[in-house]
């Protein structure tokens, strides 16, 4: 019962709460990863796609329940900012965040030292120092952007974009193994079905009569004198 009374407050407040909170952050890419972290420098980085996930865990005497209310896609612009228009506020105030950020050949790193909570707010990538097949396979992860339970917020249209640049990278690695393969794969499939255009609307079958057919004759109407 106090599952179920929790389950309804929050939906609830989710449905009164129609503005949204817009969020804004910043991508940076560290030029010289090699020397000793305090002497890292880091220049905003343009073309990065950012996917930002917020979550909400209700408290229940079984177990907590944590749904992904909403994901959104972004990509960084020439200054290495981005925005997006954010779920309601709410949903803001009472989800967990959490994000997702790929450019060829980057990884994100903490920043300014080891233990820094990395945040969408502020992102910093370096050159991946990943073997290859290692590479690959997390780039295959990557082909769901959004949350698995509710559709991804993409107003941009950078979705197929997106898994095209992570087909090049995955293609460029030249990974010969059956891992690898099936990880390839599992890209090109992502990018057939984000190239199919959606419906816009319900599709109606139209029936045409052909040249000879019988047709019905519409009820002649009644006459009265």
């Not at 290495?80 to 989800?95: H, I, K, Q, R, S």
């Not at 197929?160 to 640049?165: C, I, V, Y």
């Not at 390839?184 to 009569?209: D, F, H, M």
Request: hydrophobic content about 40%; glycine content about 8%; some cysteine.
């Amino acid at each position: 019962m106090q599952r179920l009374l929790g389950i309804l407050l929050v939906g609830a407040l989710l449905a009164m709460s129609p503005a949204r909170a817009e969020l804004r952050g910043r991508v940076h890419v560290l030029l010289n990863p090699e020397a000793p972290r305090e002497a890292w420098r880091r220049v905003p980085l343009a073309g990065a796609y950012i996917a930002v996930f917020w979550s909400i865990t209700i408290p229940a005497p079984a177990h907590a329940v944590t749904t992904c209310r909403y994901s959104e896609f972004a990509r960084s612009d020439e200054r290495g900012e981005y925005v997006m228009e954010g779920p309601n506020f709410v949903t803001a105030g009472l989800a967990d965040r959490a994000f997702l950020v790929y450019s060829p050949g980057l990884e994100p790193v903490n920043f300014p030292y080891g233990g820094s909570l990395q945040s969408a707010d502020d992102i910093t990538m370096a050159k991946s120092t990943l073997p290859v097949a290692e590479r690959l396979s997390r780039i295959g992860g990557y082909t769901s952007p959004g949350c698995s339970d509710t559709k991804l917020n993409d107003p941009r249209g950078l979705l197929e974009a997106f898994l095209r640049s992570l087909l090049d990278e995955a293609r460029s690695l030249q990974v010969d193994s059956e891992r690898g393969r099936r990880d390839l794969q599992g890209i090109e499939a992502a990018l057939r079905r984000a190239s199919i255009p959606e419906a816009k609307g319900p599709i109606r079958a139209v029936i045409k009569s052909q040249p000879g057919s019988i047709q019905s004759s519409p009820p002649i109407p009644s006459q009265r004198p």
